[in-house]
């Protein structure tokens, strides 16, 4: 029987140019979408046994074993380890089908018949997936190259309907990039690590499987939702030269928010939109070569890297102290445990019978995209860090940080859009202190403390930066102090009314600060005697200077008396005054 004729004929490259992209809506490369994605952990296949061990061996191995995954310069074994990360592309079709991609719509209702396996249909490249991988691939500084193909990758799974996954394990699209962690992701300031990217290759995405447990009437059984399967994604694969799970944390936070920045994959390990597999071994410090390398699969946040990772370490110091040796195996972490757990023998390339995919051509990828992209990329994680750092915002590092960190880095715009609002105001005066830092403070701390708070997540934000500008406008005019500017955003966070004004908070009420002059308001200083005269002893340790701090006992309760609108360095300047006279 002859081949098929898609395996014979003559197959016409993908090419891929700057002017063949432009007729890609712009605004389906940036758009934010939402993927709903659940990691169910695969059960655990029977495992071998470890050696046995005396209780004492294996108490010193524990010992030697105890933080070596955040430190290892004082063990003798040496830790190296490199991740592979899989994040779904900001692309609104599927990789090789025209079902749209989704995050909460009904179970198999966004599901082509490629997706299914439908037999005779066979892919079709959509040609806009390929752009947010390339801005991917530009952001890690990897070599674009010009010709890549596809495989199959051949295994059997329920979440994998065509029997093979299609990706590009031979020829990828892009390699040699690098990532460079330094002070501005959390490391000491003296520290630089430098980790290679290997290779960042295009693949699809499998189905989601969903596990529902036994009931009455129903035994336990595993249902699969095909909406995801078939969703562009890229893999990432580091070089294995990351020391430490604390190097391997900050690596992956640091990969998250450069897909996050380049949108090329908006959605994080908090929505599913990115999971992790980490490879972990251990060689005795000064021996060559590398250890046997053990694989912990789908990881879905940056604790589960840190903790598995050291776990891990800890596992294969003590098998090796107890003269076992370590064997190639994947394995699954078991969050509430602490532990991982042997799922099977680590495969290898022959056992997923890679081989080109016969009915997808090359993808020909031209000079001009590329440079096009580059030239249009957006600022990445330490620029936008170091501009947060500088004028005219001068936050601190740890602010910074955190500000592009949480959320998918939607507050640095919450911030900036607050910023710009509060400086096209007519009238508006910055005030003494700096104006960067207030909101700052009032985003990351007032207003995010009030929301963890109510366990309210950043994505139902109920104040709006129009209303946030609004109370910080008040405060800094003199309208409102702290404390009654305190008050206000609780209210906002409490009745989640983006239609309230600040202004009829303020009049409604009445939380307007009363004109004062310090120190020469008589009413002031006719309150303050009295709260003085009410507590005698208090009064007597300031003035005969054992207690001089219990000034600032009478300073709070001044303020509390006028119902706190009257501000602090006023109520202070009558507080001094009256205990120097």
């Excluded at 944390?249 to 597999?277: F, H, N, P, W, Y």
């Excluded at 202190?433 to 990351?444: A, S, V």
């Excluded at 200083?525 to 009295?530: D, F, G, T, W």
Aim: hydrophobic share 35%; net charge positive; aromatic share 6%.
């Amino acid at each position: 029987m002859p081949p098929p004729t898609s395996a014979l004929r003559a197959r016409r490259p993908f090419i891929l140019s700057q002017y063949r992209s432009q007729w890609v809506c712009p605004s389906c490369l940036t758009q934010s979408r939402r993927l709903h994605t659940e990691v169910v952990q695969t059960p655990s296949q029977s495992s071998t046994s470890p050696p046995q061990v005396s209780a004492k061996q294996a108490r010193s191995a524990k010992s030697t074993a105890k933080g070596a995954g955040k430190k290892n310069s004082d063990s003798k074994w040496e830790v190296t380890v490199g991740l592979e990360i899989h994040a779904q592309l900001n692309a609104p079709r599927k990789l090789f089908s025209y079902a749209a991609t989704s995050f909460n719509a009904p179970p198999n209702s966004r599901v082509a018949p490629f997706d299914a396996s439908i037999p005779g249909i066979q892919p079709k490249l959509n040609i806009p997936t390929i752009v947010p991988a390339i801005r991917a691939a530009v952001a890690f500084d990897c070599r674009i190259n010009r010709r890549s193909a596809f495989d199959r990758k051949h295994y059997f799974y329920k979440d994998q309907p065509n029997g093979y996954q299609i990706t590009q394990f031979y020829h990828p699209f892009a390699s040699d990039g690098k990532i460079v962690l330094n002070e501005l992701d959390g490391l000491d300031p003296s520290e630089v690590v430098e980790i290679g990217i290997k290779q960042i290759q295009m693949e699809q995405d499998t189905a989601k499987s969903i596990f529902q447990p036994s009931t009455e009437d129903t035994p336990a059984r595993t249902l699969v939702d095909l909406n995801r399967a078939g969703s562009a994604l890229v893999e990432i694969i580091t070089t294995p030269s990351l020391k430490s799970s604390k190097h391997a944390a900050a690596c992956l936070k640091k990969i998250q928010s450069i897909l996050r920045a380049s949108t090329a994959a908006i959605d994080g390990m908090e929505k599913g939109g990115v999971r992790c597999d980490v490879n972990v071994s251990i060689q005795e410090r000064g021996l060559p070569g590398l250890g046997r390398r053990v694989e912990i699969k789908n990881l879905n946040s940056v604790k589960a890297v840190q903790e598995s990772i050291e776990a891990e370490i800890k596992r294969q110091i003590v098998v090796r102290e107890s003269g076992g040796e370590i064997e190639g195996e994947t394995r699954g972490w078991d969050a509430v445990k602490g532990e991982s757990r042997k799922l099977r023998s680590k495969e290898g390339e022959v056992d997923y019978r890679y081989k080109p995919d016969a009915e997808l051509p090359p993808l020909i990828i031209e000079e001009s995209l590329v440079n096009h992209i580059r030239s249009t990329l957006p600022p990445l994680p330490d620029q936008i860090i170091s501009g947060l750092m500088n004028e005219p915002f001068a936050l601190t590092l740890k602010d910074a940080r955190t500000m592009i960190d949480l959320d998918d880095g939607e507050r640095v715009n919450y911030y900036k859009a607050i910023y710009e609002d509060l400086l096209a105001r007519e009238g508006f005066k910055p005030g003494s202190k700096h104006l960067g830092k207030l909101i700052g403070n009032w985003t990351l701390h007032e207003l995010g403390g009030r929301l963890a708070a109510s366990f309210i997540a950043w994505l139902d934000n109920p104040v709006t930066t129009v209303q946030m500008a609004d109370l910080l406008f008040n405060l800094q005019s003199g309208t409102l102090t702290a404390g009654n500017a305190k008050r206000v955003l609780d209210h906002l966070v409490t009745f989640n009314d983006s239609k309230i004004r600040v202004a009829e908070l303020i009049e409604e009420y009445d939380l307007a600060s009363r004109s004062t002059e310090g120190e020469d308001d008589e009413g002031l200083i006719k309150l303050a005697n009295h709260i003085i005269s009410e507590y005698p002893e208090k009064a007597e340790q300031v003035r005969s200077g054992k207690k001089p701090n219990l000034k600032n006992f009478f300073i709070g309760n001044l303020m509390k008396a006028t119902g706190g609108k009257v501000d602090v360095q006023a109520c202070k300047q009558v507080i001094e005054k009256l205990f120097s006279a």
